[in-house]
C-alpha cells in the first residue's frame, strides 16, 4: 500500500515537472522569435530598429541633463564638459603635456563618475523604484483616513498658534524611513499609537522629552518621535531661500530639505520663531502656507495616490517660487 501510494506521488511529481519544463521551453522559443524578429521588414523602413535605439538614447540623455539640471551636479557636468572641449581643443593644437594629463583623467571616468554622482545616482534609482506606484495609482499612505487629517490640522493649527512651539511631522510615503526609525542616543522612539490632536501637541510641547526632534506617521498611525533628520547640503538652495524671505532659515526647516531630498515623504514644518507652516518635498520646501493649502497636502498625502500629492504640491508652486 505504501509504495503504490510512493509510486503514485512519484508519478504526480513527474508530471508536474513535466508541466514545467514544457513552460519552459516555450518561454526560451518566444525569447528566441522576440530576439530574431525584425521590426524593418515588416514596416518596410531599413534599420527602423537603430532610429527607436537612438531615440531611447536621446530621451535617456534628456532626462539624466533634466535631473540635474537644478542640482549641484548640474554645474560638475558642465565643468566635465569643458574640460573635454579643453582635451580635445589641446590634442588638436599639439599640446601633448595638457592633452595627456586630461586623457589620464578620463581614463578614471566611470569610476570618477560613480563616486561624484553617488547621491544623484542613489536619489534616482529611488525616485524610478517609485514608479510604479505612480503608474497603477496605487495609495500614497496606506491607512489614512478622513478623520486623521482633520486630528492632524487641528494639532498643527494648535501648534501654530501657541508661543514657544515648533514641529516637524513626516507623513511617510512609498520610501521606508527605518533609517532614521533605528535608536541611537537618545533619538528615535517608537511610538506605533493611533492619531490624535491630543497626542500630537502633547509630544511637541516645550520642554518634554520628546519634543526635540521629528514626528513620522505610517499607515494610519504615529510611529516614531523624537527622530533626527541631518539637514541638507545644498547650502546655495538654502541661501537662496534666505535671501528670499529676509532671515535664515531654522534647523527644523533645513532638516525638513534634507530629508525630502532622499524620500518621497510630505514633510509638514512649523515654525517656532514666526508660527508659520511649511511643507517640504522632493528637495523643496513651500513656506507660510495657509491652513487650505496645507490640508489640501495632508488630505493627498494621507489618503490618494503619489500621483495626486504631486499635483497638489505642483500647484502650490504656481503661488510659491520656492
Known amino acids: 500500500m505504501f509504495n503504490q501510494s510512493a509510486y503514485a506521488l512519484a508519478a504526480q511529481s513527474k508530471g508536474f515537472f513535466d508541466i ?7 518561454i526560451q522559443e518566444l525569447l528566441v522569435k522576440i530576439n530574431s524578429f525584425d521590426l524593418s521588414e515588416m514596416i ?13 538614447l536621446a530621451l535617456l540623455i534628456f532626462c539624466a541633463l533634466r535631473y540635474v539640471k537644478k542640482r549641484r ?4 557636468i558642465a565643468g566635465i564638459i569643458i574640460l573635454f572641449v579643453i582635451y580635445l581643443l589641446c590634442d588638436l593644437l599639439s599640446f601633448h603635456t595638457v592633452a595627456f594629463v586630461l ?15 553617488s547621491k544623484e545616482i542613489k536619489s534616482g534609482l529611488e525616485s524610478l523604484g517609485s514608479m510604479p506606484q505612480y503608474i497603477f495609482g496605487l495609495r500614497y499612505h496606506k491607512g489614512g483616513k478622513e478623520v486623521y487629517v482633520e486630528r492632524i490640522m ?10 514657544k512651539m515648533g514641529a516637524i511631522i513626516v507623513i511617510e510615503g512609498y520610501t521606508k524611513l527605518d533609517d532614521h526609525i533605528e535608536k541611537r542616543k537618545g533619538h528615535n522612539t517608537l511610538i506605533n499609537a493611533e492619531i490624535s490632536s491630543e497626542l500630537l501637541k502633547t509630544i511637541f510641547m516645550n520642554g518634554t522629552e520628546l519634543h526635540d526632534g521629528g514626528l513620522i506617521i505610517r499607515k494610519g ?6 527622530c533626527y533628520f541631518p539637514p541638507t547640503e545644498n547650502f546655495e538652495y538654502v541661501n537662496r531661500i534666505n535671501s528670499f524671505t529676509g532671515h535664515p532659515l531654522g534647523s527644523r526647516h533645513q532638516a525638513a530639505i534634507g530629508l525630502s531630498e532622499k524620500c518621497d515623504a510630505v514633510i509638514i514644518v512649523i515654525s517656532e520663531e514666526t508660527h508659520a507652516m511649511s511643507v517640504a518635498y522632493r528637495g523643496q520646501i513651500f513656506m507660510d502656507l495657509t491652513t487650505d493649502q496645507l490640508e489640501d497636502v495632508v488630505t493627498a498625502a494621507m489618503m490618494r495616490s503619489g500621483a495626486d500629492v504631486k499635483k497638489t504640491i505642483d500647484n502650490i508652486k504656481k503661488v510659491k517660487v520656492h
Not at 20 to 26: G, M
Not at 73 to 76: I, L, T, V
Not at 221 to 226: F, G, T
Open 103 to 117: 586623457q589620464s583623467f578620463y581614463h578614471a571616468g566611470t569610476v570618477a563618475l560613480i563616486i561624484l554622482f
Open 73 to 76: 551636479s548640474g554645474k560638475m
Open 44 to 56: 518596410g523602413i531599413p534599420h527602423f530598429t537603430d532610429y527607436i535605439d537612438l531615440a531611447l
Open 221 to 226: 498611525r504615529v510611529y516614531a518621535a523624537s
Open 154 to 163: 487641528d494639532a498643527v493649527t494648535s501648534i501654530s498658534l501657541s508661543e
Open 20 to 26: 514545467l519544463s514544457d513552460i519552459n521551453l516555450k
